[in-house]
């Protein structure tokens, strides 16, 4: 079993995470001294909890196509908890080299947007090949995300924003550049379907949206709403609270929402009954 993430012999000091972080335990890595790069799951014992050992590395096989084009996205170093992102045309022979190119890359870098940082430092020109590694599939929506224009559908982008891995920072931007977002979460908010009104919370909340224009739909759906077996009443409750003062006009909802679960939801009833203890008091 190799005892190394990436199958060449340069210092661990000069392999830096390809694009993205991967589920689970697995990880694209590239060495950017010999440009080796290798697709591994870190395999682990915990015999006691918290006593993680690592076994070993499993390398995954990748066909030389896949390898070039998931090798040709930047590749990043975690710099006081941000990435800062190399091309991957950047080789070096020695970490005092890499850790100066990547000094610079934190300046360079600094106040831009994700797709401002990836698309001058070279992405792959095509879409993936065929018969990707699903660890990989988040740098294949990474790709398609970087294509967005006014023309993608505002559920494609909401639909990325809510998954853990992939183009959710991309989504996130692209969304805070669209116009009338309280009213496009409006109509989320009011829909018949409920991953729709899930992408309406998620606007207000991200972007700290208020106003009637949000705030009279969801009074709305609180309403329609007899108990939490869906939990969607918790979520309506949870944005609430997030919304702070701003919600406190849907203190006639919020009482109601109090007398139906009473006696069918202890947990819901005591979060209903300190959100509207918290607007009588506040602060």
């Not at 440009?35 to 076994?55: K, M, R, T, W, Y």
């Not at 969304?175 to 977002?181: E, I």
Request: net charge negative.
């Amino acid at each position: 079993m190799p005892n190394r993430a990436v199958d060449c012999s340069c210092p661990e000091s000069m392999l830096l995470a390809v694009l993205d972080n991967l589920p689970g335990n697995q990880q694209l890595l590239a060495c950017v001294r010999c440009g080796h790069v290798e697709l591994s799951d870190a395999l682990v014992n915990e015999p006691h909890p918290g006593d993680v050992q690592l076994l070993g590395y499993a390398w995954i096989e990748m066909s030389e196509a896949i390898r070039d084009w998931a090798g040709s996205w930047p590749r990043f170093a975690m710099i006081a908890e941000k990435r800062v992102y190399l091309s991957a045309q950047c080789l070096f022979e020695t970490t005092a080299e890499l850790s100066a190119a990547i000094e610079k890359a934190e300046a360079d870098q600094s106040g831009l947007e994700l797709r401002e940082r990836l698309l001058p430092l070279g992405v792959p020109m095509a879409p993936s090949p065929e018969s990707l590694p699903e660890a990989l599939s988040g740098f294949s929506e990474i790709w398609d995300a970087l294509q967005w224009d006014d023309q993608t559908p505002i559920e494609v982008v909401l639909a990325a924003a809510n998954r853990f891995h992939g183009p959710r920072r991309l989504a996130r931007n692209f969304l805070a550049g669209l116009p009338d977002l309280s009213a496009r979460a409006a109509v989320l908010l009011q829909d018949s379907e409920e991953e729709a009104r899930s992408w309406g919370r998620y606007l207000v909340k991200e972007f700290a949206l208020s106003g009637e224009a949000v705030l009279t739909p969801i009074r709305g759906r609180l309403r329609q709403l007899a108990d939490n077996s869906t939990s969607e009443m918790y979520e309506i409750y949870a944005l609430l609270r997030e919304m702070g003062s701003e919600a406190t006009g849907a203190r006639p909802e919020v009482e109601a929402a109090i007398e139906r679960v009473a006696k069918s939801d202890y947990y819901m009833h005591q979060d209903l009954v300190k959100l509207l203890a918290k607007w009588q008091s506040p602060g």
